[in-house]
């Protein structure tokens, strides 16, 4: 009873050691494969109908322990879906477990990784450069607006009081606006002749930090052109709209200058009161044609980055019924298309009512702006930037987000 005892103690205690073993090794396993499987379907990008050679093999092989290095390693292409499987299996002997009559133990393991082909990617971004894209970026940039406008009244302004005094009336509603509307130049016409004088007195718009963003997205994605051995060629067209349409660039173009250039030359003059969504996707859409397959230039992938704050404003004859939410409606013809449609959403500046504009404008519906534009988005391309400042950083994201990489799919 003793010895039988001591048998089953051995077996259970040994067995723990073997199962570690077997852990380790499934593991090993799996490493190996993986890596086969990435350089397999790197070596195939080239030429797909290729055979994958020992390199392949060994890279994966090398990284195994030695009772590992004979388990058979089968890889099979498939080049309709562009995908390699790489699988293992074999045994390994244990050491404690032949005790209870167990003389091997399974190993096994796969994985699948994707084939890159060369592909041809166009970006339109339409920027949103309304009259809300055009107020200050921040609050001393606020109070810089609201200095130059009050002197601007007080220089030119018609309203005196019973003194005799110009009425010095700052910038309402965040700066929208020059209050009283009777004024004959915009907060954005007077930034500008601000920064022509004396640029320390003229203040950073939410505009001009956005961008400055779309430059940085520009030459990120543009430089995946240049890199060695690069299997995503770019190009780049910009839009901005605001009550009307402008295309920045009306072919998609990889020449960074060019799109920088337009990005200089279009963002400035499209300032304008009114927000006109539908006009804006419309004419949008129609300038992005069909979808193509991104394997050749002529035939490009299309992908759609719309930039906004959400906030339609139509028409002042139509009162409140001009005002709302971005209706999703109007994105949705483009993804019906196949294209990815990125929404970067700066938020809408909601601090600032000195006058009640915001109460009486936008604050209904305000909470449906966020809503309204991520199911405008393509599922999971909805990114928001808390202030124009932050919207640099979220354009990393999404360039991140859309550039391509070989990967494992299983």
């Not at 950073?204 to 995946?224: C, F, N, P, S």
Request: proline residues 4%; glycine residues 6%.
């Amino acid at each position: 009873m003793a010895g039988l005892v001591g048998i089953m103690l051995a077996a259970a205690l040994g067995g723990a050691v073997d199962l570690s073993r077997q852990y380790r090794g499934t593991s090993a396993l799996q490493a190996a494969v993986d890596a086969i499987a990435l350089s397999a379907a790197k070596q195939l990008e080239k030429d797909i109908d290729a055979a994958p050679d020992e390199a392949a093999l060994a890279i994966g092989r090398a990284s195994l322990p030695p009772e590992l290095k004979s388990i058979p390693i089968v890889i099979q292409v498939d080049k309709e879906q562009r995908t390699v499987k790489v699988a293992a299996e074999g045994s390994i002997k244990p050491s404690f477990l032949p005790l209870v009559r167990i003389d091997s133990m399974n190993v096994a393991a796969m994985a699948t990784s994707s084939i890159q082909r060369k592909q041809y990617t166009d970006f339109y971004v339409l920027v949103d450069a309304s009259e809300s894209m055009n107020i200050a970026a921040s609050d001393d940039d606020r109070k810089k607006l609201e200095a130059f406008t009050a002197k601007w009244m007080r220089e030119n302004g018609k309203m005196k009081d019973w003194r005799g005094t110009r009425i010095e009336r700052p910038c309402a509603f965040a700066c929208h606006i020059v209050e009283p509307e009777w004024a004959d130049k915009s907060v954005y016409d007077m930034n500008q002749e601000a920064l022509q004088k004396q640029p320390s007195e003229g203040a950073r718009l939410r505009i001009d930090v956005v961008r400055d963003a779309v430059k940085t997205m520009t030459r990120q994605i543009l430089g995946e052109n240049a890199k060695p051995n690069s299997m995503w060629k770019t190009r780049i067209s910009t839009a901005f709209f605001s009550d009307d349409f402008a295309w920045g660039i009306q072919r998609p173009t990889d020449l960074g200058g060019d799109v920088i250039a337009s990005l200089e030359e279009k963002a400035r003059p499209v300032a304008s009161k009114h927000t006109n969504f539908a006009n804006a996707f419309n004419r949008f859409n129609a300038g992005l044609g069909d979808q193509g397959t991104g394997e050749r230039s002529s035939d490009p992938e299309k992908i759609a980055i719309l930039i906004t704050d959400g906030v339609r404003d139509t028409d002042p004859w139509f009162g409140s019924f001009g005002l709302g939410p971005l209706d999703p409606k109007l994105c949705k013809v483009i993804k019906d298309k196949g294209m990815k449609l990125v929404v970067l959403e700066v938020k809408y500046v909601a601090n600032y009512d000195k006058d009640g504009f915001f109460k009486s404008r936008v604050s209904g519906y305000y909470d449906g702006i966020s809503e309204g534009l991520r199911d405008c988005a393509s599922s999971g391309l909805h990114f928001v930037a808390s202030d124009a400042d932050n919207a640099a950083a979220k354009l990393l994201e999404v360039t991140k987000a859309l550039l391509p990489s070989r990967r494992l799919v299983q």
